[in-house]
């Protein structure tokens, strides 16, 4: 957001220069004061990757040595926080399991290993997706392993176990529900929260990690500088009525907050307060035993633009799919063409019109 678009207030802390620069005279002689280099501020990566390493130490752990030269790899290949506590965690799962099948090597390890392994997640009652990215982890960490240590086989990861996962359709709120819902948000700020989720598919962590400069209110879009799940940038765009609801808000809220919606010292506002607003919403629209999630609001986003014959490349770059298959579920369920002809043709059925000559009987 530009500053004809918004003002802020930014306090100048640059008056005054600072004692490293400044030199002292005593009895004639010059005396040069050394600059003091403040030690440099651990990255929040680091510091996520310096607690991971010290609670794998502390762990009777098989082949600990080999996690960290492995997490370390990752940190320098500029995997994010969350990629580095997903692997921690999952190794450390896997290789506790494996100790206690009474190996004492890594090097031991097989396939029926791995198996085993998938198994246990089964019969703790873990979900597909939650064991396949485990064993993702796995792999990945023995690939590792094999390429730069010896005594590994390669064979551990030919013909890789995955679980099939359901093909779900993504679920949209109900054109009529929708109704209802927007009928009953009167505060500022829920609205604009809910509208901007609603108008530009954005996934509900872009928008609470938003700040007001990556806002262009002239060309109604926001710049999404890197995705928290792709770590890939684009801008969405946003409708008249969100625009709306987005100055009304900026009207009310603080304006030293660099976030569009914060919460306390400045942070963005959380995940589970963002959840909590929306399930007041629910409730207030008589809604809350509907299931909707705050991420229905994205697949309302994509089914609506679908219906509206917005072409499935256009729609891809918007969401910040990676694959287009991940936007052709979209397609299965809002496909108006097809379910226009299914009617047509039932139509033709019901008033006794069909072809006698059907080519199925051909």
Known sequence: MNTDQLSTSIPNNLSGSPPSNRRSHSEGDLLFIQPVIPAAKSSGRQQVLDRILEQIRRQDLLGK????????????RNCKASTLRQAATSLMQFLSFFAGKGNIVLEQLSREDIEAFVEALQD???????????????YAFVRFLITEHKGFDYGLIERK?????????PRAIDAQHLDQ???????????????????????????????????????????????????????????????????????????LRQHLFYGRCDRPLSYEAA???????LLKAEL?????????????????????????????VLLGHRKLEMTRRYARLSDKT?????????????????????????
């Not at 040595?65 to 997490?71: I, K």
């Not at 872009?206 to 500088?225: A, F, T, W």
């Not at 809350?288 to 891809?316: G, V």
């Open 65 to 76: 040595s080999y996690v960290e030269r492995y997490l370390r790899y990752k940190y320098r």
């Open 124 to 138: 703790r009652g873990l979900q597909p997706a939650t064991v396949n990215t485990r064993l993702r982890n796995v």
């Open 161 to 169: 176990i995955k679980l099939k996962l359901p093909d779900r359709l």
């Open 181 to 255: 819902l927007l009928s009953v948000i009167d505060k500022r700020r829920d609205r604009a929260l809910i509208l901007l989720l609603l108008r530009t598919g954005m996934r509900i962590g872009e928008l609470l990690n938003c700040k007001l400069e990556d806002i262009d209110l002239g060309e109604q879009k926001i710049l999404i500088y890197q995705s928290n799940k792709t770590s890939v940038g684009r801008a969405v765009y946003y409708s008249n009525d969100a625009q709306q609801a987005l100055l009304a808000w900026l009207r009310l809220r603080d304006p």
């Open 275 to 281: 959840r909590l607003i929306f399930q007041r919403c």
């Open 288 to 316: 809350q035993h509907s299931s909707y999630t705050l991420h229905c609001l994205r697949h309302t986003f994509a089914t609506d633009l679908l219906n509206a014959k917005m072409p499935l490349e256009c729609l891809r």
């Open 338 to 362: 097809r379910e226009e002809e299914y009617f047509t043709a039932m139509d033709r059925i019901l008033k006794g019109e069909s072809n006698e000559n059907d080519q199925c009987d051909n």
